[in-house]
């Protein structure tokens, strides 16, 4: 049945569709900059905001942009850049789009000026004019920054458009190492979208191909597609790692299953336990797909989070099989497996629904964080079914194979041993096998002992790891292991920049790595909108309003025309009629000063008076190379002054959007999922035999979450979607691999702690090491994707295996021999009244094989 389920349902791929939008992924769901940004579409239409600046002032919207730079740290403003640039400039405007019956051109989708020509950026100008004074042989034309003035008297910013900028006094420009344009295009329907993505994509290949004829040059093109496309891409490139990670963890799992007796031997089920996580994964993608979800990259996590739970599953059913007696009837050791194992993977089956069931709720403020809940919590519902009835009748198969004595590869009888003699070495070699007559009645052996991994851990590793002389060392090092936990924890930083979830080798991180090194000195352009009728006449609110946006670099129509009246020698202090009749008839009519009519809203009275309802400047602040907390900082700064102060205005940049409370956007999910277990550990204490498990359980979760924290900072991994999904997945993995052993511990009764520590280790260690051998075999191959997804996402799940590793098999065996629970305590006294008496009866079939039943008295 589980089968048959997932092949209909995997069917379902048919359908299969990808996220195409980035921003609907990651940037948090309930974001005021979303507000703010309607507001200011509805005052400013964006088509009528690109004419002056470099900047996406209310959304990306379409566009080319290219990075032209020097391998030499050469002028790009001497005279041979200077006409390559133009020339490349001239290459894109004639790029065509061929649709059936017509061939748009740049002039065709561009966005218009007011002359309706198109709009290209004022560094172009700058160009042309610094060309023609050359051919003129004039001296005296200058290029300052961060402002320069055309020749037609607009000061036009440059802070975006030169970059590596080199100056003399006064603020004039000696050389530039780079230069940077955009090329704004419409978007205002199906058809000129569609245009508009495949002139990007033409846009790319003529760069390129511009580079590859001048190639003492560097360009590094982006359009508004690369961000979505580079997100995808992770993908593609990890097919052949996830088929090598495939290929290496079913190799070992059958030789984690494996051993020499041929009978006892269970490489099947080291199959059948992946394939079994396989078959639910595979049921879960086909349940989203039906139900419009979309695929994106944050997918890939999903395989790796189902290993790690459903492999131990297998793995610890396998060693309860173990535990249980040869001579008894398959049903009798299918039920002990079932009796032992179930309860806890139940359990930390729960504890994972709750987890990711949390994280897959309305609450969680990131789309892609709550869509990897949501099908990581299907995943992992339909792993429990099918391991309750697929791996589980598995076992019972396999069972009945081991009971026939029949080879556990081949499913032959083994012969008898004095049969096997008359074989030849290889044959024998194959067919190895450990008959219950080859053992006296006085032995007490098991004959699971002969497994490798069973056989270090009761010989030698409980031993060691018990060790009065080992265990300062291991405490030595778990204080090791706080501090440098401790210090990185420390340094936490969020990670909000999109290039963190892109493939390496794409434009996006091209093109990000050189605008950080060439365009840092200043923020992207932020749009300051005043949304009220406020005394503008008044001299008072004028200087109100500048006094808000002092210490940036301020390009505003205020003091524009502050220094426009000055020239005329007039008054500021104009009454509200005057002060509209200058605006409108001297002021915005002026040739130096008619652009700045599209930053003003006006609204007709009915004693046709002009009232100005809203307006609007933009603000360019000073950055260092920590441009993005920079940012940010400036944000939370402008908002908590935007609401103490006495004009109502709103502060805004696309850029926005992504950051805009990510913190808090992204660290919800694990905050919830912290309380939902901690809760979930609390109430399940009043239902355990002991409230104690519960109690070393959440300091082991805390210690493993804390040093991962801390351990994945020091890797360079910064706090964003990822890693927060991967801390949560750290939660359920400790609690996984953490709860039998310490159930056993405290549980356990007469004796010594270090006893039962040893028991612990010998009875759920080699589940636990099995697991782990596959889980990072998985892993390795990971790391060699060239995507930065895909190397945080190694970095968390790598850190997250390991020091829960270490804590099963260092920091717990040492630490409980010498914390609570005291064994000496729980000593009961045997009571001579209260003996069992047992008879056992066995039925022994004719040819002497094995036990088939048996019948117990007490």
């Known amino acids: 049945a589980p089968v048959l389920i997932s092949i209909l349902l995997g069917a379902s791929f048919s359908r299969y569709q990808v996220e195409e939008s980035v921003e609907h992924l990651l940037a948090p769901t309930h974001s005021l900059a979303k507000i703010e940004r309607n507001l200011v579409d509805s005052l400013f239409p964006v088509n009528r905001s690109k004419h002056r600046l470099y900047s996406d002032l209310q959304t990306p919207g379409r566009y080319g942009r290219v990075i032209i730079t020097s391998f030499r740290k050469a002028n790009m403003l001497d005279q041979h850049h200077t006409d390559l640039i133009l020339k490349l400039h001239s290459a894109v405007t004639r790029i065509q789009v061929q649709r059936p019956g017509f061939n748009y051109t740049f002039a065709h989708i561009c966005i218009l000026n007011n002359d309706k020509t198109c709009i290209v950026d004022d560094i172009v100008h700058v160009l042309e004019e610094l060309k023609a004074a050359r051919s003129s042989n004039r001296t005296n034309f200058a290029i300052t920054y961060p402002i320069t003035h055309l020749k037609d008297g607009r000061e036009v910013y440059n802070g975006h458009q030169l970059g590596g900028v080199t100056v003399h006094s006064k603020d004039r420009v000696k050389s530039a190492e780079a230069i940077q344009l955009t090329y704004y295009l419409q978007a205002i329907n199906s058809l000129n979208d569609m245009v508009a993505e495949k002139w990007e994509s033409i846009f790319c290949d003529t760069v390129e191909l511009f580079q590859k004829s001048n190639r003492k040059i560097k360009m590094y093109p982006f359009t508004s597609s690369s961000l979505k496309e580079d997100f995808q891409k992770t993908s593609r490139v990890s097919e052949r790692y996830l088929i090598?990670?495939?290929?290496?963890?079913?190799?070992?799992?059958?030789?984690?299953?494996?051993?020499?007796?041929?009978?006892?031997?269970?490489?099947?089920?080291?199959?059948?336990?992946?394939?079994?996580?396989?078959?639910?994964?595979?049921?879960?993608?086909?349940?989203?797909?039906?139900?419009?979800?979309?695929?994106?990259?944050?997918?890939?996590?999903?395989?790796?989070?189902?290993?790690?739970?459903?492999?131990?599953?297998?793995?610890?059913?396998?060693?309860?099989?173990?535990?249980?007696?040869?001579?008894?009837?398959?049903?009798?050791?299918?039920?002990?497996?079932?009796?032992?194992?179930?309860?806890?993977?139940?359990?930390?089956?729960?504890?994972?629904?709750?987890?990711?069931?949390?994280?897959?709720?309305?609450?969680?403020?990131?789309?892609?964080?709550?869509?990897?809940?949501?099908?990581?919590?299907?995943?992992?519902?339909?792993?429990?079914?099918?391991?309750?009835?697929?791996?589980?009748?598995?076992?019972?198969?396999?069972?009945?194979?081991?009971?026939?004595?029949?080879?556990?590869?081949?499913?032959?009888?083994?012969?008898?041993?004095?049969?096997?003699?008359?074989?030849?070495?290889?044959?024998?070699?194959?067919?190895?096998?450990?008959?219950?007559?080859?053992?006296?009645?006085?032995?007490?052996?098991?004959?699971?002992?002969?497994?490798?991994?069973?056989?270090?851990?009761?010989?030698?590793?409980?031993?060691?790891?018990?060790?009065?002389?080992?265990?300062?060392?291991?405490?030595?090092?778990?204080?090791?292991?706080?501090?440098?936990?401790?210090?990185?924890?420390?340094?936490?930083?969020?990670?909000?920049?999109?290039?963190?979830?892109?493939?390496?080798?794409?434009?996006?991180?091209?093109?990000?790595?050189?605008?950080?090194?060439?365009?840092?000195?200043?923020?992207?352009?932020?749009?300051?909108?005043?949304?009220?009728?406020?005394?503008?006449?008044?001299?008072?609110v004028q200087e109100d309003v500048l006094e808000y946006t002092k210490g940036f670099v301020r390009i505003s129509w205020f003091e524009s025309y502050l220094n426009y009246l000055r020239k005329l020698n007039i008054s500021t202090g104009l009454p509200k009629k005057n002060f509209t009749d200058m605006l409108r008839n001297n002021f915005l009519k002026t040739p130096q000063f008619a652009h700045f009519s599209e930053d003003i809203i006006f609204s007709k009275k009915y004693n046709n008076e002009v009232d100005v309802v809203a307006s609007r400047m933009f603000l360019v602040a000073k950055t260092m190379e920590t441009k993005r907390e920079e940012l940010y900082d400036l944000l939370e700064t402008l908002r908590k002054l935007s609401l103490t102060s006495k004009v109502k205005f709103i502060v805004f940049n696309p850029s926005f959007v992504y950051m805009d409370r990510y913190a808090s956007s992204v660290g919800a999910p694990l905050q919830n999922s912290c309380i939902s277990a901690l809760f979930l550990l609390f109430f399940s204490a009043f239902l355990v035999a002991d409230s104690l498990i519960n109690v070393w359980l959440t300091l082991t979760v805390a210690s493993v979450e804390f040093g991962v924290i801390g351990f994945m900072t020091l890797w360079k991994v910064e706090l964003d979607c990822i890693s927060v999904l991967c801390l949560i997945y750290g939660i359920n993995y400790t609690i996984d691999n953490c709860a039998p052993l310490l159930s056993t511990f405290v549980l356990g009764k007469e004796f010594t702690r270090t006893k039962w520590v040893k028991n612990a280790l010998e009875v759920h260690g080699v589940a636990i090491l099995q697991s782990y051998l596959c889980y990072i075999v998985g892993l390795i191959p990971l790391a060699a994707v060239p995507s930065n997804l895909t190397r945080t996402l190694f970095r968390c799940l790598f850190l997250i295996a390991l020091v829960t590793f270490f804590h099963c098999f260092a920091i717990l065996p040492v630490i409980l021999t010498f914390l609570p629970p005291s064994k000496k305590k729980r000593k009961e006294k045997k009571n001579p009244e209260n003996r069992e008496e047992i008879e056992c009866v066995e039925m022994v079939d004719m040819d002497s094989t094995r036990v088939v039943d048996q019948i117990t008295t007490v």
């Not at 987890?355 to 429990?384: D, K, L, Q, V």
């Not at 030698?460 to 924890?489: E, H, Q, R």
């Not at 434009?507 to 009728?533: D, W």
């Open 244 to 540: 090598t990670s495939l290929v290496l963890v079913v190799t070992l799992a059958i030789l984690c299953c494996s051993m020499q007796d041929c009978v006892r031997s269970k490489p099947w089920l080291g199959l059948l336990g992946l394939l079994t996580v396989t078959l639910a994964t595979l049921t879960a993608a086909g349940i989203i797909n039906l139900t419009g979800g979309k695929y994106n990259s944050t997918f890939l996590g999903i395989p790796f989070i189902m290993l790690g739970h459903g492999l131990y599953g297998t793995f610890e059913m396998l060693s309860s099989w173990r535990k249980t007696r040869e001579d008894q009837h398959v049903k009798e050791r299918t039920a002990a497996v079932f009796a032992d194992s179930m309860l806890s993977f139940s359990l930390t089956t729960a504890m994972y629904l709750v987890t990711f069931g949390i994280g897959a709720s309305p609450f969680t403020n990131i789309e892609a964080a709550r869509i990897f809940c949501c099908n990581s919590c299907i995943a992992i519902f339909f792993n429990y079914l099918y391991v309750l009835s697929f791996y589980g009748s598995s076992l019972v198969f396999t069972g009945y194979i081991e009971n026939n004595y029949q080879h556990s590869i081949f499913c032959r009888k083994v012969p008898k041993p004095e049969v096997l003699q008359e074989k030849p070495a290889w044959y024998r070699f194959l067919l190895t096998a450990k008959f219950s007559e080859d053992t006296d009645d006085s032995e007490e052996t098991n004959t699971y002992e002969s497994h490798l991994l069973v056989w270090f851990l009761k010989r030698y590793y409980c031993d060691w790891i018990t060790n009065t002389y080992v265990k300062p060392f291991v405490v030595l090092f778990y204080l090791v292991y706080i501090s440098f936990a401790l210090m990185g924890y420390l340094q936490v930083s969020e990670g909000s920049d999109l290039s963190n979830i892109v493939a390496t080798a794409t434009r996006t991180i091209e093109y990000t790595t050189a605008q950080q090194k060439y365009f840092s000195n200043y923020s992207p352009v932020i749009g300051f909108y005043i949304y009220e009728s406020i005394e503008y006449w008044n001299t008072s």
